[in-house]
């Protein structure tokens, strides 16, 4: 059983990229699943999140209008598009699974975390 997020980089401001949250042993379908980051010094925020069957979701003020979130059930995968990146959108970004099908409206409604994925915007 195994949450795997990856994609991440080194990517120029104004740049995109798509991380891809992918697991292996079980099935995401059944599952909400949100992506958050964690840049040095400070703590983990909430960046985006999809509910299981993919009809809610919700991107953080911070990103919003850069960043989106999707997912390919098929694939057992989400992603989560982020364009016009920052320099403060550096951090190390990670996927989680929520303990039912709803976007938990607090961290602690995860429970099964991957590995994250370093994104480092920089010129």
């Known amino acids: 059983v195994q949450l795997q997020a990856s994609g991440g980089g080194l990517v120029q401001p104004g740049g995109s990229l798509r991380l891809s949250c992918s697991a292996s042993?079980?099935?995401?379908?059944?599952?909400?699943v949100g992506w958050f980051r964690q840049a040095p010094g400070k703590e983990r925020e909430g960046v985006s999140g999809?509910?299981?069957?993919?009809?809610?979701?919700y991107v953080a003020d911070s990103v919003k209008g850069r960043f989106s979130i999707s997912r390919d059930n098929a694939k057992n995968t989400v992603y989560l598009q982020m364009n016009s990146l920052k320099p403060e959108d550096t951090a190390v970004y990670y996927c989680?699974?929520?303990?039912?099908?709803?976007?938990?409206?607090?961290?602690?409604?995860?429970?099964?975390w991957g590995q994250g994925t370093q994104v480092t915007v920089s010129s």
């Open positions: 042993g079980f099935a995401l379908e059944p599952y909400a």
């Open positions: 999809v509910s299981a069957n993919g009809r809610t979701s």
């Open positions: 989680a699974t929520a303990r039912g099908s709803v976007i938990p409206p607090l961290i602690e409604g995860y429970h099964y």
